[in-house]
């Protein structure tokens, strides 16, 4: 998604599609708000007004038990001025007052766990044997960070949705699978375009072993600069070998 013209432009646009997506899919009222920062971000959330964090949405459900769900995180203007996430989350929860089951996060750079990570409010008799043996708190698998397809392959909000649909959690509105499908697809090709970008070798490789005929770019004059590698997360605590 270029934002070549006005980030928050571009991000109101973004909170427009999502607040379209959940109102014609799971919830009847949800409001998706964008507010400046100063670091010059954009924030990004359900119910968010300029003082006011993101808020959790009811969404529709086959139970009586309520089912809410809160989405929030911050949007930026990169290198090439696409906007893109610095971090988002999506957390689901139930009840009332509403408790937290679970959530999606995502943090671009981060050191100690994986940028794309899920994190889940539950516990086991075996969970809780391997985390006291790890010399972890009884009780603290929410505290563990499970990897989720990193940068370019995390779920999608529609992934999420239709998961709960799946398992007849949610009830939604008629003709959600073409809605969910359609959005869904346009983040995978964002996604895709993002990854082309960064690594357009291995997409012209893939092309021409189709018989395409790709026709590269005068690359003379490129200044070559040395880039250290990425610092990959290794888990607090874990020592290097």
Known sequence: MSGKSNPRAVAETFASDLMTLLNKTVCDDAYVGVVERPDATVAFGTGMWPGKPAQDVRMRTVGTCPCWLRIAGHLFLDSDAYLTVAKSAYVVSAGNPATELFHYDYERDK????D???QVLA????WDELLIASGKKEGSLSKLHLPVGGKRYRPALEDILESLIAEEILDPKPGWERILEETRAEFRRRQLRAAIRRDPDTAVAALRNRGYTVIEPDRSADVLEFKPPQR???GKGRKKR
Do not use: E, F, I, Q
């Open 116 to 118: 794309a990570h899920m």
């Open 111 to 114: 050191a100690d766990y994986p």
């Open 123 to 126: 516990g086991s008799a075996a």
């Open 232 to 234: 990959k997360w290794l």
